[in-house]
């Protein structure tokens, strides 16, 4: 279901999170059309109140009103897939969820997508940047009504084949835009209409350095670049990928004999492999880190490793229930913050994790932090923000979305926080993190994709 606002609407409630300011309490936001045009505090909302019939005021009474929650690494075509397998590592779960996969038609990949892109809205998120298998994500994301960057995933080892891996890419690309105009499945002429529009945008997500190799990770990165939007990579998330990179992996060669195709069969002849290097100073000596970078899961780096990603700009997306589901670790995400790192928060995909809550992602991500480091300085308002303007940036939308100002879009979010105790909405940062609030209403580009947080 979608409602538009009309020509002009004003949101108010206990609390505005502008995210470019202190928190206006009893503050409105007018909205015209898709954007917002004003941020009015209590006062000047008194002022023009009295004038306004009760169809041009949305008054959420005890309610936080906040821009939209950004995921930042995602998989929605896999969410029909939840509790997948639960005790398996990372190498055994991904040949499993292989397997699941295989014989999914279209229509099955958008339905998962589909029920994926609602789970989010209804945690409060409208916007994701997601790996996507066959980039029918972008139907699902599509469907519900979020604003998206769907990155195709990018696979290729042999590096004298760049060319062949890269023009097989971009024929994908082109054929999948082909599919949605064509309109042939649920979703996919919405998907057309949103990419026109601009509301979803399709990039490129290089898998891994274990499945891609250097020459076409540079391909993709540089397509990127003059296209003028972020791209992806899941990047040092595991032991077994650091030990490949490093030295030796009998268990990854493994699983890349499965499921790629070797020069001669053999991964000895892959020349990153064994480079007695991290993966992070893998890509860094290959020129493949930059602040248009979203590197996903970034769990098994080291203090130089740090350094390169502060220095080089990239933003982190941090997934620490994937993570420790999948037995990979914890990535040292309070040495990330105090080095200058960019860090955002990702749900991973529901076969990983508990649910794609990304809410539920940063307040892991505080929780683990503060059990290892009691010193760990940053608060509700750092994770927060991190979900907001700071991902928002990460991804190159920061003059469109991530902050309640006017001229950008109308992309809210409503969390309804009256039975909280009274102590606890006085501190809406901590309330949103550690409250576990309800949404109540999700508004995207000014048209209400959730009402009483149904679609």
């Given at each position: 279901?979608?409602?538009?606002?009309?020509?002009?609407?004003?949101?108010?409630?206990?609390?505005?999170?502008?995210?470019?300011?202190?928190?206006?309490?009893?503050?409105?936001?007018?909205?015209?059309?898709?954007?917002?045009?004003?941020?009015?505090?209590?006062?000047?909302?008194?002022?023009?109140?009295?004038?306004?019939?009760?169809?041009?005021?949305?008054?959420?009474?005890?309610?936080?009103?906040?821009?939209?929650?950004?995921?930042?690494?995602?998989?929605?075509?896999?969410?029909?897939?939840?509790?997948?397998?639960?005790?398996?590592?990372?190498?055994?779960?991904?040949?499993?969820?292989?397997?699941?996969?295989?014989?999914?038609?279209?229509?099955?990949?958008?339905?998962?997508?589909?029920?994926?892109?609602?789970?989010?809205?209804?945690?409060?998120?409208?916007?994701?940047?997601?790996?996507?298998?066959?980039?029918?994500?972008?139907?699902?994301?599509?469907?519900?009504?979020?604003?998206?960057?769907?990155?195709?995933?990018?696979?290729?080892?042999?590096?004298?084949?760049?060319?062949?891996?890269?023009?097989?890419?971009?024929?994908?690309?082109?054929?999948?835009?082909?599919?949605?105009?064509?309109?042939?499945?649920?979703?996919f002429t919405q998907a057309a209409e949103a990419i026109s529009k601009g509301s979803i945008r399709l990039s490129v997500a290089p898998h891994a350095p274990y499945t891609v190799g250097p020459s076409l990770t540079r391909r993709a990165m540089e397509w990127?670049?003059?296209?003028?939007?972020?791209?992806?990579?899941?990047?040092?998330?595991?032991?077994?990928?650091?030990?490949?990179?490093?030295?030796?992996?009998?268990?990854?060669?493994?699983?890349?004999?499965?499921?790629?195709?070797?020069?001669?069969?053999?991964?000895?002849?892959?020349?990153?492999?064994?480079?007695?290097?991290?993966?992070?100073?893998?890509?860094?000596?290959?020129?493949?880190?930059?602040?248009?970078?979203?590197?996903?899961?970034?769990?098994?780096?080291?203090?130089?490793?740090?350094?390169?990603?502060?220095?080089?700009?990239?933003?982190?997306?941090?997934?620490?229930?994937?993570?420790?589901?999948?037995?990979?670790?914890m990535a040292p995400i309070g040495n990330m913050l105090t080095a200058g790192v960019s860090v955002g928060f990702g749900t991973d995909s529901a076969a990983s994790t508990d649910d794609l809550d990304v809410l539920a992602e940063a307040r892991c991500a505080w929780h683990l932090q503060r059990a290892v480091n009691p010193d760990f300085r940053f608060d509700s308002y750092d994770a927060i923000y991190r979900l907001t303007?700071?991902?928002?940036?990460?991804?190159?939308?920061?003059?469109?979305?991530?902050?309640?100002?006017?001229?950008?879009?109308?992309?809210?979010?409503?969390?309804?926080?009256?039975?909280?105790?009274?102590?606890?909405?006085?501190?809406?940062?901590?309330?949103?993190?550690?409250?576990?609030?309800?949404?109540?209403?999700?508004?995207?580009?000014?048209?209400?994709?959730?009402?009483?947080?149904?679609?």
């Amino acid at each position: 279901m979608t409602e538009t606002l009309g020509a002009k609407r004003f949101l108010t409630g206990r609390w505005l999170l502008p995210m470019n300011g202190d928190p206006i309490a009893g503050g409105a936001i007018e909205i015209e059309g898709q954007r917002i045009k004003r941020v009015l505090n209590k006062e000047e909302f008194a002022q023009v109140a009295d004038k306004l019939g009760p169809d041009h005021v949305q008054d959420y009474g005890e309610a936080v009103i906040m821009p939209g929650l950004i995921n930042l690494h995602t998989h929605i075509e896999y969410s029909s897939l939840h509790l997948l397998d639960t005790n398996a590592a990372l190498f055994d779960w991904i040949p499993l969820l292989m397997r699941h996969v295989k014989t999914w038609q279209p229509e099955k990949f958008v339905e998962s997508a589909t029920h994926g892109a609602l789970q989010m809205a209804r945690a409060g998120t409208t916007c994701i940047l997601d790996s996507s298998y066959d980039g029918t994500a972008a139907a699902g994301a599509a469907r519900v009504g979020l604003r998206a960057v769907i990155a195709l995933e990018l696979f290729g080892v042999v590096e004298n084949d760049t060319e062949t891996f890269w023009q097989g890419w971009l024929d994908r690309k082109e054929k999948l835009v082909q599919r949605f105009e064509l309109g042939q499945q649920p979703g996919f002429t919405q998907a057309a209409e949103a990419i026109s529009k601009g509301s979803i945008r399709l990039s490129v997500a290089p898998h891994a350095p274990y499945t891609v190799g250097p020459s076409l990770t540079r391909r993709a990165m540089e397509w990127a670049d003059k296209a003028g939007i972020v791209w992806t990579m899941h990047v040092a998330e595991s032991p077994e990928e650091h030990r490949w990179i490093a030295s030796t992996s009998p268990r990854l060669d493994q699983f890349l004999q499965g499921v790629h195709t070797l020069p001669d069969g053999r991964v000895e002849n892959i020349h990153w492999r064994d480079c007695g290097k991290s993966p992070v100073q893998h890509l860094a000596d290959n020129d493949l880190l930059q602040s248009s970078l979203v590197a996903a899961h970034v769990v098994q780096v080291n203090e130089s490793d740090i350094q390169e990603l502060a220095s080089r700009k990239v933003t982190v997306a941090h997934c620490p229930r994937s993570n420790s589901r999948l037995r990979c670790g914890m990535a040292p995400i309070g040495n990330m913050l105090t080095a200058g790192v960019s860090v955002g928060f990702g749900t991973d995909s529901a076969a990983s994790t508990d649910d794609l809550d990304v809410l539920a992602e940063a307040r892991c991500a505080w929780h683990l932090q503060r059990a290892v480091n009691p010193d760990f300085r940053f608060d509700s308002y750092d994770a927060i923000y991190r979900l907001t303007a700071g991902a928002a940036k990460a991804i190159g939308l920061s003059s469109d979305i991530g902050t309640l100002e006017p001229g950008k879009f109308a992309d809210v979010a409503i969390f309804n926080i009256s039975s909280a105790s009274e102590v606890a909405r006085e501190r809406p940062y901590d309330l949103l993190l550690y409250g576990n609030v309800p949404l109540s209403d999700l508004w995207v580009a000014g048209e209400q994709v959730l009402k009483n947080a149904l679609y």
